[in-house]
């Protein structure tokens, strides 16, 4: 899972996301281990009553890995996905086996930058969440400010509560959640951060919070007040993509639309990318960004073969490439007739 269709950016492999949640499970982890090595693990040992159980057929989990296998990168976000995965399939186990499953709460931060894969996540997040029973419904309710902040006093609480309540049984995700708390003290933004954490103790376990946005805001809102750090023990960073990770991205959003980018495009498109990163350090969009760019580039062709086939057909190959000149990042789109 990015496709953005949703992209998500990944470290290095194997990298960790800050959080502070922490499962011992993991999935498809193998260890090296020599030939005595190897020979002293079939050494017969009586195995614990009740250990290694095969997961059932019906694995609610095989939709989500699916799913997220096509991504780019997001190699820490999909690690810990599978965490929590594990956690509440543990948790039944321990139910039915007559043991506290534990009271755990499942509030989310997410912290990146535009364009890194959170929106995306967050709906991978409530189908997982409806899978495993813990939500009954599983939709996502996104919102920002403008849809929590009223213009009176009053009048935010009672549009917080309301979106609360159309949220119930699934997540809401608040994005660019900082901007509640720019204001100050006086500013209406403050009563729905208010509002949003009297409803995560009054409909405790009926929805799960998504607090999303750049990673310094986000850490400067969660000091504004003391006791927010606590009630979201999941924090997931969506690190940026790299220039070879944003390249795939746009050979796959290519691909998806039945277009080929040439070598000679791919070329032209790694160069921007590189002048882009550097002159928008902290505003650049990574696949939001690809994305456009890609839908730009389509139209650009469409015009290109009007102009080009005027009185006849493109072949098929020239109905799917992506040439250098259709990758283009400023100008209008010509007309037919014009030149150049």
């Given at each position: 899972m990015p496709r953005m269709n949703g992209h998500a950016a990944s470290g290095h492999q194997g990298a960790r996301p800050s959080r502070q949640i922490n499962v011992v499970l993991r999935s498809h982890e193998t260890y090296g281990l020599g030939a005595s090595s190897a020979a002293a693990q079939q050494v017969d040992y009586p195995e614990p009553a009740g250990a290694a159980r095969q997961a059932p057929a019906a694995d609610p989990y095989a939709e989500i890995q699916k799913e997220m296998e096509h991504m780019v990168g997001m190699e820490g976000v999909k690690s810990l996905i599978y965490e929590i995965y594990a956690l509440l399939l543990i948790s039944q186990m321990r139910s039915e086996a007559g043991l506290s499953g534990g009271a755990q709460v499942y509030h989310m931060i997410f912290k990146g930058n535009p364009g890194t894969g959170k929106t995306t996540i967050a709906r991978i997040v409530a189908k997982l969440f409806q899978k495993m029973g813990l939500l009954s419904k599983g939709h996502l309710i996104e919102v920002e400010r403008a849809d929590l902040v009223g213009e009176y006093i009053g009048h935010t609480a009672q549009k917080t509560r309301d979106l609360v309540k159309k949220a119930l049984g699934g997540v809401l995700f608040v994005d660019e959640a900082y901007s509640l708390a720019r204001g100050g003290e006086k500013d209406f933004g403050k009563e729905a951060i208010d509002t949003l954490v009297k409803a995560m103790e009054d409909y405790r376990s009926q929805f799960v919070l998504i607090l999303a946005g750049y990673p310094l805001e986000i850490e400067h809102f969660l000091l504004t007040n003391p006791g927010l750090p606590s009630r979201f023990p999941i924090q997931i960073d969506f690190p940026d993509y790299s220039v070879d990770q944003l390249i795939q991205i746009a050979e796959l959003m290519a691909k998806d639309r039945d277009y080929s980018l040439l070598p000679q495009t791919v070329f032209k498109l790694r160069s921007h990318l590189i002048q882009e990163k550097t002159a928008t350090l902290y505003s650049f969009s990574n696949a939001r960004y690809v994305r456009n760019l890609i839908e730009k580039s389509i139209r650009h062709q469409a015009?290109?073969?009007?102009?080009?086939?005027?009185?006849?057909?493109?072949g098929?190959?020239?109905?799917?490439?992506?040439?250098?000149?259709?990758?283009?990042?400023?100008?209008?789109?010509?007309?037919?007739?014009?030149?150049?």
């Open positions: 015009v290109r073969l009007l102009n080009q086939y005027a009185s006849a057909s493109p098929r190959q020239e109905l799917m490439s992506i040439r250098p000149e259709d990758m283009r990042w400023e100008g209008k789109v010509k007309q037919p007739g014009e030149l150049g």
